[in-house]
């Protein structure tokens, strides 16, 4: 028997990168997936591919900053499936690359709705249906900063940290009611989050350099923490809600950029990381 076998799952985000890659795993597993995101074209040519492989899967696309939008997705799994037992808000945006000041309101904001907004849209919204049948597996997203203060990538860190102490404390709060709810940290991912970058030009020279050695030293696919999303979502954390889970580890982190400077020091040839650099203007404006 497959470990998600007859499961109904929604997942936020499922167009690329780590919700594409829990989706395609939670289907293979056996689960019916629902993938949600902004581009109904993306979700839609994953699920083509899904099908061909024989797995049930519907598209659903939403824009998780809305209320009513999220809502809509999870009464369209209701309708098409009679219930769902598992949802993923993996929905998320990074921002530009940049100190707090150069992101104008708007660019900074935009940030805190998705992934603020997203996330509790999504776990309020589930939970009422989790709640109502008394079993559910609710897995909110983490990332860089939901621990430690992030320098230009304060937008993205802080979002991170409130969903980890949201999704915490939420799960304390309904710990007695057969429902799980977890939050995973997936490490550091090469994604397009990574290597599709709007920053400043104060901060290019920085990036290029940099960025190419983090991916080499401790950049996964996402596939590898897609696996432990799947641990979550199991009969494996049945009656262990409140689960914070990391992939990976800083000594393993450690070990990467040795082997990086190893590599430099010998003069062995790095595998090449493309990327793709937009520059925007600052909108930092002294007032005086």
């Excluded at 936020?12 to 890659?21: D, F, N, P, V, Y």
């Excluded at 999870?74 to 100190?99: C, E, L, S, T």
């Excluded at 621990?147 to 802080?158: E, F, L, M, R, W």
């Excluded at 020279?205 to 050695?213: A, D, E, G, Q, W």
């Amino acid at each position: 028997m497959k470990t998600l076998e007859n499961k109904i799952a929604v997942i936020t985000g499922a167009s690329r990168g780590l919700g594409k890659a829990i989706a395609q795993l939670y289907a293979r597993e056996g689960a019916k997936v629902v993938l949600s995101a902004r581009s109904q074209e993306d979700i839609e040519q994953n699920v083509s591919e899904l099908r061909a492989e024989g797995n049930e899967a519907v598209a659903f696309p939403c824009d998780v900053s809305d209320s009513k939008q999220v809502e809509a997705l999870a009464r369209f799994a209701i309708q098409k499936y009679g219930h769902f037992d598992i949802w993923v808000n993996n929905a998320g945006m990074g921002g530009p690359y940049g100190a707090s000041l150069d992101l104008s309101p708007d660019q900074f904001l935009s940030v805190l709705r998705t992934n603020i907004y997203g996330d509790y849209y999504g776990s309020t919204i589930s939970m009422r249906h989790f709640l109502s049948r008394k079993s559910g597996k609710l897995i909110n997203i983490l990332g860089q900063g939901s621990k430690h203060p992030v320098p230009n990538q304060n937008a993205y860190g802080s979002t991170k940290a409130w969903i980890r102490v949201f999704t915490l404390a939420l799960a304390k709060e309904y710990k007695d009611n057969g429902v799980g709810v977890y939050a995973l940290q997936p490490g550091l991912m090469e994604t397009d989050m990574l290597t599709v970058i709007e920053t400043f030009e104060n901060q290019e020279k920085r990036l290029r350099s940099l960025m190419p050695i983090l991916i080499r030293a401790g950049g996964r696919k996402p596939e590898v923490p897609a696996r432990k999303a799947l641990w979550l979502a199991s009969s494996a954390t049945d009656g262990r809600t409140g689960l914070e889970v990391e992939v990976g580890s800083n000594f393993a982190f450690l070990i990467g950029f040795m082997r990086e400077g190893l590599r430099s020091l010998l003069h062995i040839p790095a595998r090449k990381v493309e990327l793709n650099i937009k520059i925007m203007p600052s909108a930092f404006e002294p007032l005086e």
